[in-house]
């Protein structure tokens, strides 16, 4: 009998054992983080009040702020859209990466992205993630190798053409490789804000994997133009609480039978229009923090949040009246601080130190091997990225970049570099225009040009711009 029962313990041991040991390893495989970025649509450094806007507030991503680390030296990609996002996911900067502008072809979409291009995507697929795409795309039309599907999304859900992104009430939308109409929507009637429905498709996707590890990248197209926003509960909140200077005037840009669609639709009330297109960017952050709190998935996934470029001045917007900026210098398309820094922040709870803040020097190009840092996986090779994991954590063993390099192919031809604190900027490249030179730990709003005082940085500025460009049939700088 003894024996028995010591047998009968001796097999629930083993079996307990066993057990345990198969949920251990079911539990080392899911402690890989989910990771969501957001990336909201020529919003400025100064767009967010807790980055200083007065005219209006962002609760939820000041909440997200209070949540996590808020970084006041990040940098996007590029001054407008493509390339910029082409930095993000290819974790190069552009004088390196595929894209390097935002360069259209006939019918709908833009260049594609080469299909030998290693994205952020990719690596997590391969990795085991669950990815997801959802707003806009603008790096290769519909069954190109840029298509998302063939760079590394599981799911695409929003405008694959940025021209299109200029319409918030389009006929359709792409879902994959099929479209899906937009009830309503016509070209004249305006029934179904696209944002509304992108958001929709997010959250979906958030519900379909909280059992799986998840990668969803988030480019929304809010606050881009047009200006315009559904007449709810938010837009109401605005109307009337700015002297408003109305846009436009040529009403075939005006939803229609004789609508010209890459035009912006002509406002009334712009600045109303901006300020609920911001304050709904809002709310669909904070439907996301909501989402990972409701889905027991908040300790398990990082969340961040970021802007393509700086504000832009199209279909009505006033970037000096909102201060969009936070006061630098520039706007979209350009490579003053005002065009290239943007508000970052990160929340990873019991990992990033809750109401942290960040004067690490950052850029898109560095995210790539942040998130392979964050996944634990190997990062791509050939990138010019630095993981900033180890300041998110508060650990003293971050790398620093030597410089950071931009360039805009457009309007004359356009190169900044950041050293240090020494700031260099070129425009006029095809006048051979002079080199800009400034001192940013004395002079963020770069207004006073010290290049003709420091010969010696100007000399390592001028080989710094030499080295980082490399040759693209497709963008010639």
Not at 319 to 340: H, M
Not at 427 to 443: P, Q, S, T
């Amino acid at each position: 009998m003894k024996n028995r029962l010591l047998l009968s313990a001796l097999v629930i041991t083993v079996s307990l054992i066993s057990c345990s040991a198969g949920k251990t390893k079911k539990e080392q495989e899911v402690k890989k983080p989910n990771i969501i970025y957001i990336l909201a649509d020529d919003l400025g450094y100064g767009d967010l009040s807790c980055y200083g806007q007065q005219k209006f507030q962002t609760p939820n991503i000041d909440k997200l702020a209070e949540q996590g680390i808020k970084f006041s030296q990040h940098y996007c990609g590029a001054a407008v859209c493509a390339p910029s996002r082409s930095t993000l996911l290819s974790g190069q900067h552009t004088g390196h990466t595929p894209i390097r502008g935002n360069k259209e072809l006939d019918g709908e979409g833009q260049t594609p992205i080469p299909g030998s291009t290693v994205t952020l995507a990719e690596m997590l697929k391969d990795a085991g993630y669950k990815t997801g795409a959802f707003g806009k795309w603008g790096l290769g039309f519909p069954g190109s190798e840029g298509d998302p599907n063939n760079q590394g999304f599981d799911e695409f859900y929003g405008y694959n053409c940025q021209r299109m992104a200029h319409r918030y009430y389009p006929p359709y939308l792409w879902h994959n490789q099929e479209k899906v109409a937009l009830e309503g929507n016509d070209w004249t009637n305006t029934v179904t804000y696209a944002p509304d429905v992108i958001q929709k498709a997010t959250l979906q996707f958030l519900d379909d994997n909280k059992n799986n590890t998840f990668f969803a990248y988030v480019p929304f197209v809010l606050p881009h133009a047009e200006l315009i926003s559904p007449d709810d509960s938010i837009l109401a909140k605005f109307k009337g609480k700015f002297e408003e200077v109305p846009y436009g005037g040529d009403y075939s840009s005006d939803y229609g039978p004789d609508i010209i669609t890459k035009k912006y639709c002509t406002q009334k009330r712009p600045f109303a229009a901006f300020a609920a297109m911001v304050a709904r960017t809002d709310a669909y952050v904070g439907q996301i923090m909501a989402k990972v709190e409701e889905l027991g998935i908040a300790d398990n996934t990082i969340i961040m949040f970021a802007s393509d470029n700086g504000p832009h001045a199209e279909g009505g917007a006033n970037p000096e009246f909102f201060n969009s900026a936070g006061g630098l210098r520039g706007i979209k398309r350009d490579l003053y601080e005002g065009g290239i820094r943007t508000p970052f922040i990160a929340v990873w709870p019991n990992k990033i130190k809750a109401g942290s803040t960040s004067d690490h020097v950052s850029a898109f190009w560095d995210v790539l091997p942040t998130c392979a840092a964050i996944a634990d996986v190997k990062s791509v090779e050939g990138i010019d990225g630095i993981s900033f994991l180890p300041e998110l954590l508060g650990q003293e063993n971050q790398k620093q970049h030597d410089h950071l390099y931009w360039e805009f192919a457009h309007q004359g031809g356009r190169q900044a570099v950041r050293m240090g604190d020494w700031k260099a900027v070129l425009y006029g490249l095809h006048k051979k225009g002079e080199l800009e030179l400034y001192n940013l730990a004395e002079d963020v709003t770069e207004t006073n040009n010290v290049a003709d005082q420091h010969p010696d940085i100007v000399a390592k500025m001028k080989e710094i711009l030499k080295k980082e460009h490399v040759d693209s049939e497709i963008f010639p700088l």
